[in-house]
């Protein structure tokens, strides 16, 4: 069940939701281009996620200022840290 399901799913008398009423098994912080990737990537493994962005849109953030690119390592030397990591 989703989140938004399992708060459609609350009786309208409640009207103080606290992240404690709900059960995460991983929570990402930022909904930026990687944050979003990572929770994508860990739901697809089967955990329940919550992505958390403090703005009010997502990619709003860092992910706006670095052209909204996901740079994959191509400019680094070959064998660096960077080019490994970045696959």
């Known amino acids: 069940m ?21 059960d995460f098994d991983a929570v990402v912080v930022g909904a930026g281009a990687v944050g979003l990737a990572c929770g994508y990537g860990l739901s697809r493994r089967g955990l329940v996620v919550a ?20 740079h994959g390592g191509l400019y680094y030397a070959t064998g660096s840290l960077k080019a490994r990591l970045c696959v």
């Not at 992505?51 to 860092?62: D, H, K, M, Q, S």
């Open 2 to 22: 989703t989140l938004s399901e399992q708060l459609a799913s609350r009786p309208a008398s409640v009207t103080h939701q606290t992240m404690a009423d709900f």
């Open 51 to 70: 992505v958390l962005e403090a703005g009010p849109i997502i990619g709003e953030g860092v992910s706006a200022r670095n052209s909204e690119v996901v």
